[in-house]
């Protein structure tokens, strides 16, 4: 449907409901926005929602004037009110955005000024039509948005140039100006499903010997950090290897921003809570952190402590938690192969209060982790798992480990080698045949 022109409706019909919602939401964001652009002082709040509603009632009106003279059909009286209830909701939430999000296929969303780019959850990309006529009107969007925040009104200004937020739909939302050759959005997608090894399994990330590998580890209570670059499926694997806890242990989940949701599955995790943390308000104060937030965790009596990302100042509450008895910890960690993992928990040890030096780090990490298990992406968008590393104990400044399975991107298993043979006591107890990692022909495990 163009800007200019409605098409004519059955009422009935909800695919050409949604078009005229389209129409009429899109003309009136355009209007507000170019209203917004002429006035000093942000349109926000419950200002902005009446303006939106008398928009929208405009723009229908006009609408129906245009069709009458042309001696054509137009909406009946409820199918109006629909429209203009739907086009309001849309105009006062994400606004130009909204269609984006609605989208099923669509992972990631990103924006530069006016150009807008999406990732579709099977890896592929595309360019698509501007939502935004340039950078002033996406920062006059975000603004809005940040002051209708569900974790408290954010500022988004030259003062604070860099947002991190959640959306209502528990999308992540980053976005920065001032710092940027122009103002920038990425919205990265969370759906909450239960992902399960078994259909990671069918996807091609893991193969069986070590889908029943990872199981058997989540059952012996190993703790894991799951490690990989930017979108290489760290969080989905996580949640893989959570739905193997059992549904009578107690969770607690820790994150920056929501994005495991095990909470929400109550079926599988009935006793599951999640904290998140909290940046300053508009005033500076009641800012939590993940490393409060992990010495909290551990204080409400969690069967498993699971964080969503370790990349700060938690790694060495979280390490100590993994020494002290929490077992079947889970984390993920960005880092380029499973062996630099142990780098990026050095690094992030020294730079922490506690000021760990690399030798006390090497420790710190042989008693806290189990495995580390290294998650990759392809250049066609596939996740493969490419590692699993044992960690067997500590050489002065370096974590002394095991490659116990190594796996090519293109899906070919590689000569590995052995478990320690506590390792292989632990997997044998929980259900996994070890012989399939003894086995001399590495290239024989998969299946």
Not at 144 to 159: K, T
Not at 169 to 193: C, E, F, K, Q, T
Request: overall charge negative.
């Amino acid at each position: 449907m163009s800007h200019q022109e409605p098409v004519t409706v059955n009422a009935a019909a909800d695919a050409v409901l949604a078009e005229w919602v389209r129409f009429v939401a899109g003309e009136a964001t355009r209007r507000l926005s170019a209203a917004i652009a002429d006035q000093d002082a942000p349109l926000e709040g419950e200002e902005y929602r009446r303006r939106a509603q008398q928009t929208v009632r405009q723009v229908l009106d006009e609408a129906a004037q245009r069709l009458l003279s042309q001696a054509r059909p137009v909406l009946d009286g409820a199918a109006e009110q629909v429209v203009a209830h739907r086009a309001v909701a849309r105009v006062c939430g994400l606004g130009p955005l909204q269609e984006l999000l609605e989208d099923p296929r669509i992972e990631n969303i990103n924006l530069t000024g006016a150009e807008v780019w999406v990732r579709y959850a099977d890896g592929s990309r595309e360019h698509r039509p501007p939502v935004v006529s340039g950078g002033e009107e996406l920062v006059a969007l975000v603004r809005r948005i940040a002051a209708e925040s569900p974790a408290g009104e954010r500022r988004f200004d030259p003062a604070a140039p860099i947002l991190d937020m959640p959306l209502p739909d528990g999308s992540r939302l980053n976005a920065v100006m001032d710092v940027a050759h122009a103002p920038a959005v990425s919205i990265r997608r969370h759906r909450y499903r239960t992902t399960t090894l078994a259909e990671l399994r069918g996807l091609g990330t893991v193969d069986d010997m070590l889908t029943k590998l990872l199981a058997a580890a989540v059952r012996a209570r190993f703790n894991i950090v799951v490690s990989g670059g930017t979108n290489a499926g760290k969080t989905t694997l996580l949640r893989a290897l959570a739905s193997e806890v059992g549904s009578s242990e107690r969770l607690v989940t820790v994150e920056d921003v929501a994005e495991l949701g095990l909470h929400r599955d109550r079926e599988a995790h009935p006793d599951a809570v999640g904290l998140y943390a909290r940046p300053p308000n508009v005033e500076g104060a009641g800012e939590i952190t993940v490393a409060d937030l992990v010495r909290s965790a551990l204080r409400m009596s969690p069967d498993r402590v699971i964080v969503g990302e370790t990349r700060g100042a938690e790694t060495v509450p979280l390490l100590n938690a993994m020494s002290q008895g929490n077992d079947g910890s889970l984390t993920t960690l960005h880092a380029a192969s499973s062996a630099g993992a142990f780098t990026k928990l050095g690094a992030y040890a020294a730079q922490s209060a506690e000021r760990l030096p690399l030798e006390a780090t090497a420790l710190l990490v042989a008693a806290a982790v189990h495995l580390v298990v290294h998650i990759s992406a392809t250049p066609t968008g596939e996740r493969v798992v490419t590692s699993v590393r044992e960690v067997v104990g500590a050489e002065g400044q370096r974590v002394a480990s095991n490659e116990i399975y190594r796996r090519s991107r293109t899906g070919e298993v590689l000569p590995a080698a052995p478990p320690s043979p506590d390792t292989i006591d632990e997997l044998a107890e929980h259900g996994f045949d070890v012989s399939r990692l003894l086995a001399t022909d590495a290239r024989g495990w998969a299946t």
